[in-house]
């Protein structure tokens, strides 16, 4: 039974177009991760939220926000899509880090491309 | 710079044959490592985690080895199959890093029957 599960698989934008991506978990972990993976590279990691916490990574592009409702859901709002922004997009889960030894489990991914 | 490293990046054997992958990291000081399986155009699929104080964790086919104080893990595949080939990414959580996984790009990996 999928425990992270990523909404839609494959999702085609326009240039500029708004576009959301969507992830849910049926595991109650409290630490929910965006990665964006690019061809052939290692997965890179956008934000994450610890409850309702948001932690931002340096690097990661204003163009790039992201909303966490509740428990369950989390959503990757990419405001103005570039082309460089086709890309696997990674939702995660883990349990409580501050504890250190945990594991990530993460969902099908959401494939984005921008046209 | 915390860094993680594989090698090779891409391997092909003939089915059958046992097979070993490979991972570095640049500080010893770590919670665990994570070994996943990527299918193209896929998600991960987790495969084995190592915690820091253990040395190695089996499953299966699969074996993977900790020597925090060289940097190193390795994963060992038992009588490859051409249903094993997929990409192996491996991961580390740094102490210094909190919640954050830094991952490797991975070893291609390709079983010919």
């Known amino acids: 039974d999928a425990m992270v599960i990523q909404n839609p698989r494959y999702q085609v934008t326009q240039f500029g177009k708004p576009v959301t991506l969507s992830c849910s978990q049926t595991?109650?972990?409290?630490?929910m991760y965006w990665y964006q993976q690019k061809s052939s590279q290692a997965p890179k990691l956008l934000f994450h939220y610890y409850d309702k916490d948001f932690n931002n990574e340096a690097d990661t592009p204003d163009n790039f926000q992201s909303r966490r409702p509740n428990t369950s859901f989390c959503f990757l709002d990419i405001r103005s899509p570039g082309l460089g922004d086709a890309a696997m997009y990674l939702c995660a889960t883990s349990r409580d880090y501050t504890t250190g030894g945990i594991e990530a489990f993460f969902g099908q991914g959401t494939r984005l491309t921008v046209v | 710079k915390q860094e993680v490293t594989q090698i090779p990046a891409a391997l092909s054997v003939p089915e059958g044959e046992n097979l070993v992958l490979n991972c570095s990291f640049t500080?010893?000081?770590?919670?665990?490592l994570q070994w996943f399986r990527q299918d193209p155009g896929k998600g991960l699929t987790s495969l084995l985690l190592i915690q820091s104080s253990q040395r190695e964790q089996t499953s299966g086919r699969l074996n993977a080895s900790l020597d925090k104080s060289s940097g190193r893990s390795t994963l060992y595949i038992a009588a490859s199959q051409p249903g094993d080939s997929a990409t192996y990414l491996c991961?580390?959580?740094?102490?210094?890093?909190?919640?954050?996984?830094?991952f490797g790009e991975g070893t291609q990996l390709t079983v010919n029957p």
């Open positions: 595991l109650n972990h409290n630490v």
């Open positions: 991961a580390v959580r740094y102490r210094t890093s909190g919640s954050r996984l830094t």
């Open positions: 500080d010893s000081a770590i919670y665990n």
